[in-house]
């Protein structure tokens, strides 16, 4: 439910080689057709990572599909799932919550045995992404039971729905929601709302990783988000780098571009900075409704101090020397539907970014790094100006509130030559 129909293990893994990911989580362990395609397709390569195989031949192979011929690295799965938590608080406030997860684990055995246990929380056939009545402290328990080597982390933490602080049914803090086991919690994932920047000012955040994942529910938005980390190619390397912060640098969305970036409330086309929302007394100004609180305005509350940070001229956002930096980027087919006035979907819009991506490597490094007259001479100059902005924040922004996307465009630049 909720993601394309032609999202599986063959097309995530061509993604991922085009968008220069080198490791996926497999996810949606929890779900009994998609578990059995795991077991038949992935192999694990002795190191707690998986390698896809083909469906008629025991042997590993690298993905094939389109940008497959780029690949310089082989392309690795990681047992994944994510979990959602809805349950009432004790009778003394009964609200009602809903949070949630990511849930990583070291192998086939131990993904069953978290199976079994989760069955009677829930329905674990009826959605990619499970709802289990069970509170994610009582989870941890149940998780960390099964297997100390499990890894946990909060998603999309913001959100106001589903995030574990998010304005609707979250908490104030991950010792509020996990009690006794929030010392096991070293991550939380920033969501498309925010970056590493807006949650530096949490003081409960200051010793916990914060990474960002790409929350892809397509091909296409594989590598949308990323953490870059510093890490053995091992499930324990994963993990290890997860727990001490062992992360070169972030991808992020401009946050503004989420949809839950401001407060608003979509049915009459408001939308309000947190400080304007509490001038209108919290409640819509067309309707005197609720207003939706979008992610700066719970980052502002829970936040024990504003932050600074700077621009590289490598395009990296850099703050306090603790912390990795980050960069933000807008999705290659993006720009390139933009600069050329067709659809982002359309076969014009495909050419080019497959031209791309055989002449830099990947998308990534077409955003990141490639030289720009290797982006002239395949997309043009239209297309090199707008990566350029977009690598040093020339942008104009539209921001996302109450569920709808901000749209975030690269402003005219002289032109690619003069950027350079």
């Known amino acids: 439910m909720a993601t394309s129909r032609a999202l599986d293990l063959d097309t995530l893994a061509a ?27 992935l192999i694990d390569d002795g190191s707690g990572l998986f390698r896809l195989v083909p469906e008629s031949r025991g042997e590993s192979h690298e993905p094939t599909g389109p940008g497959a011929g780029t690949a310089r690295f082989a392309t690795r799965f990681v047992l994944g799932t994510e979990l959602s938590c809805v349950w009432r608080d004790p009778p003394i406030t009964g609200r009602g919550r809903r949070v949630h997860l990511l849930l990583f684990a070291p192998d086939i055995k131990t993904v069953d045995a978290l199976i079994a246990r989760f069955d009677p929380f829930g329905a674990l056939g009826s959605d990619g992404r499970p709802l289990l009545k069970v509170s994610v402290r009582d989870l941890a328990d149940i998780v960390f039971d099964v297997d100390e080597r499990c890894e946990i982390i909060p998603a999309h933490v913001w959100t106001p729905w589903f995030g574990v602080y998010g304005s609707k049914s979250g908490f104030d803090s991950l010792e509020e929601a996990f009690r006794d086991h929030a010392d096991r919690i070293h991550a939380i994932e920033t969501g498309l709302s925010s970056d590493p920047a807006m949650n ?15 929350d892809a529910h397509s091909a296409a938005n594989v590598g949308r988000e990323a953490t870059v980390f510093e890490m053995e190619p091992t499930y324990d390397g994963l993990v290890a780098a997860v727990a001490t912060e062992s992360i070169a640098e972030t991808i992020e ?26 001038a209108n007394g919290r409640r819509c100004p067309v309707c005197n409704r609720p207003l939706t609180f979008g992610v700066l305005n719970r980052i502002e509350f829970l936040s024990s101090a504003t932050q600074s940070w700077s621009t590289t001229d490598g395009g990296l956002v850099r703050g306090p020397a603790s912390r990795p930096p980050y960069r933000r980027l807008v999705p290659l087919r993006d720009l390139v539907s933009a600069c050329l006035g067709v659809g982002v979907g359309t076969k014009t819009v495909a050419r080019v970014v497959a031209d791309l991506v055989e002449r830099c490597g990947s998308e990534l490094d077409a955003l990141i790094d490639s030289p720009v007259e290797a982006i002239e001479e395949v997309a043009g100059d239209a297309v090199a100006a707008a990566i350029l902005a977009v690598r040093y924040g020339e942008v104009k922004i539209d921001p996302g509130y109450d569920g709808l996307y901000g749209k975030v465009a690269p402003l005219t630049i002289p032109s690619a030559k003069t950027a350079k």
Do not use: M
Not at 20 to 39: C, I, K, M, N, Q
Not at 268 to 277: F, K, W
């Open 15 to 41: 993604a991922a080689v085009r968008k220069g990911v080198r490791l996926l989580s497999a996810a949606d362990f929890t779900h009994p057709e998609w578990r059995r395609e795991l077991g038949d397709r």
């Open 200 to 214: 530096w000012g949490v003081p409960e955040l200051a010793n916990r990783a914060i990474v960002s994942f790409s």
């Open 253 to 278: 969305f401009f946050p503004e571009q989420g949809k839950y970036h401001l407060d608003g409330h979509r049915a009459c086309g408001v939308r309000l900075t947190p400080a304007e929302s509490a």
